[in-house]
């Protein structure tokens, strides 16, 4: 058994592909109208196409809500992504705009950092040392 699909609530699909295309990287590998305004968009590592894909999953469900804001307020990522340079990717980041909540730091056999996705959700980076 491996992990196919994996989903991060988003307030805006279309506000999120642009983050998480345009600024994170990742390429779309769905984009199917499901009605409604929702899409089945899921995006993967433009090194590891056939990989997993990540479900930019609208954030309808009254739960999730309730849910994202307790997790942002308390600070903890809702997922984490691996970087191979955390200092040159961060940079990057933040040349693009992107918030970091977290800057880079020690923690274990990581180096961590957290930023805002801009759609409800805290992201965590991880390097591993």
């Known amino acids: ?7 991060v609530p988003v307030n805006d699909q279309r506000k ?5 295309r345009d600024k994170l990287g990742f390429v779309v590998k769905h984009d199917i109208d499901m009605g409604g305004g929702n899409r089945w968009l899921t995006l993967t590592s433009p090194d590891n196409p056939e990989g997993t894909e990540l479900l930019l ?12 804001d307790a997790l942002v307020a308390d600070g903890i990522p809702y ?4 970087v ?10 933040k040349g693009l705009g992107v918030r970091f909540t977290v800057e880079p730091m020690d923690a274990g056999t990581v180096r961590m950092a957290v930023f805002d996705d801009t759609c409800g959700n805290l992201i965590q980076i991880v390097q591993m040392k």
């Open 79 to 82: 997922t984490s992504f691996m």
């Open 84 to 93: 191979d340079d955390m200092a040159a990717e961060v940079e990057r980041l």
């Open 16 to 20: 999120a592909l642009d983050f998480y």
């Open 1 to 7: 058994m491996k992990i196919y699909v994996t989903s």
């Open 57 to 68: 999953e609208p954030s309808g469900h009254p739960a999730t809500k309730p849910f994202k």
